[in-house]
């Protein structure tokens, strides 16, 4: 074969497998662009400072369940966040008092990345999100996340790997938000497919079945930076 005829064959290899990444990579972006998470981070790792962290998740899903429920799409909970930053502020600054201590707290609206992460039969694959984030004091402990939009949140079967500072005599239930709502409860009992209904099928795969995805997300953490070096 010659020289020419190699160089085309590899070329066009190339450019199947570019296209086929770049497709993966809108997917996952499907993926980021329809959800908003919770992000908080404590002060230190201390086990207070873990404990306190916990109590400003439960407070402030708590006092936040019943409006961010009400959001319908992502743009929507993300309005309703927008709008209620300086309530869930409020809600964390008076939990940290009420507890013993002086943090200042931040809370606001951003664009971060997040590694991988999965909610019971649920992965979000790493990317950047846009999350609701609240920084307590020093903001140099480990921090807890999940996702307000699609609700996941309050999912019965929390993920427990954020919450392994904690001490592990401390009951199942603090690995679960504060409940109490008609509408948290009916939420709690709607079906994963109800949760996910604005995803298309590909990225619901993706979200379902991550294992089969590995070499592919591999690929485009590769395209990503490739790109990002070359922009």
């Known amino acids: 074969m010659k020289k020419l005829d190699v160089a085309l064959l590899l070329g066009l290899v190339i450019a199947v497998i570019l296209s086929s990444v770049n497709a993966f990579a809108k997917d996952l972006e499907g993926i980021s662009d329809g959800v908003l998470r919770l992000h908080i981070l404590a002060n230190s790792d201390s086990k207070e400072d873990q404990e306190l962290k916990i109590k400003v998740r439960d407070a402030v899903l708590a006092e936040t369940a019943d409006l961010f429920c009400k959001g319908k799409s ?14 869930i502020q409020a809600v964390a600054e008076k939990t940290i008092k009420e507890n013993g201590f002086n943090y200042p707290v ?4 951003t664009y971060m990345e997040f590694n991988d992460r999965t909610y019971g039969d649920i992965t979000l694959p790493a990317g950047y999100y846009d999350a609701v984030r ?3 004091g020093e903001a140099k402990g480990h921090n807890w ?3 307000m939009y699609p609700q996941l949140c309050i999912a019965p079967s929390l993920d427990k790997e954020s919450l392994k500072p904690i001490a592990p005599s401390q009951g199942e239930e603090t690995f679960k938000p504060m409940l109490g709502t008609s509408i948290v409860e009916e939420l709690q009992k709607a079906n994963e497919d109800d949760k996910l209904k604005e995803f298309d099928d590909s990225e619901i795969k993706i979200m379902k079945k991550p294992k089969k995805y590995k070499i592919r997300f591999f690929s485009v953490k590769i395209f990503r930076q490739v790109k990002k070096a070359l922009s």
């Open 106 to 109: 931040k809370c606001e609206l």
């Open 134 to 136: 609240i920084t307590i």
């Open 145 to 147: 996340w999940c996702v």
């Open 74 to 87: 992502r743009l929507e909970v993300e309005q309703i966040a927008l709008n209620n930053l300086d309530k």
